[in-house]
């Protein structure tokens, strides 16, 4: 039976994707790659700076130069950027109806947990969760499973095959995946095509949370609902 709901936040339940790329792209133009496209900075959001980064430079230029670009990003986003994002509607909303069929709530984020903080607090939803993790508790971000497994792990007694993920990105889906995580709903307000969610293993595709929750009875919450 599914005990979990796992859930991405940049993307999924906020609207922080363009802000996140504009920022990326700054900061790689600052130092020094000009060639850089705004759509190739967006379509790698979603992952972490260690998998960021080495798509627009060398292991040679990332040593040298990748903590203080990082550096400069994250002090732009947040003084330019933060205060811009809003939550996408009804998430609030989703979060209690998924509550109220007994779910277990964690947030899996790319971002540092600083910001994840924030946007907890910007998605309204700090009260609702059993638990979060950030890029700080991983060694490596998505794609890679680290994220979810820290997750899983301070769910405590849910195993992989009894959660659900939901992410804007492929980069989640591809995360869920290889830590045996099947029932995996994707959404296309980060942007993300369809086509795209569904080749890295999205099982359900859903506009936004509000569209989540309008056709919750068609969704994979609902069978656990159902189950018990």
């Not at 040298?64 to 509607?89: A, N, S, W």
């Not at 307000?189 to 080749?199: I, M, N």
Request: net charge negative; aromatic share 8%; glycine share 6%.
């Amino acid at each position: 039976m599914l005990k979990a709901a796992i859930v991405d936040i940049d993307g999924t339940l906020i609207d922080s994707v363009d802000f996140q790329a504009e920022a990326w792209l700054r900061a790689l133009h600052i130092f020094g790659h000009h060639d850089v496209r705004f759509e190739e900075v967006r379509s790698q959001i979603g992952k972490g700076g260690d998998e960021l980064l080495p798509v627009f430079m060398s292991k040679p230029e990332i040593a040298r130069v990748g903590k203080d670009l990082e550096k400069y990003r994250t002090e732009l986003f947040r003084r330019e950027y933060m205060d811009r994002i809003q939550p996408f509607p009804k998430v609030r909303e989703l979060f209690l109806r998924l509550k109220s069929d007994g779910f277990k709530l964690a947030l899996a984020s790319s971002s540092n947990k600083e910001d994840l903080e924030v946007y907890k607090r910007i998605a309204d939803i700090e009260d609702l969760l059993e638990a979060d993790t950030s890029a700080d508790d991983a060694e490596k971000s998505k794609p890679h499973p680290d994220i979810f497994a820290a997750a899983l792990k301070r769910l405590g007694d849910v195993k992989a095959d009894e959660a659900v993920v939901t992410g804007d990105s492929p980069y989640d889906a591809e995360a869920a995946k290889k830590l045996g995580i099947v029932e995996i709903t994707g959404v296309l307000c980060g942007g993300f095509p369809e086509a795209d969610l569904r080749k890295a293993g999205c099982t359900a595709i859903f506009r936004d949370p509000a569209d989540i929750l309008a056709h919750y009875e068609a969704s994979a919450f609902a069978r656990r609902r159902k189950a018990a």
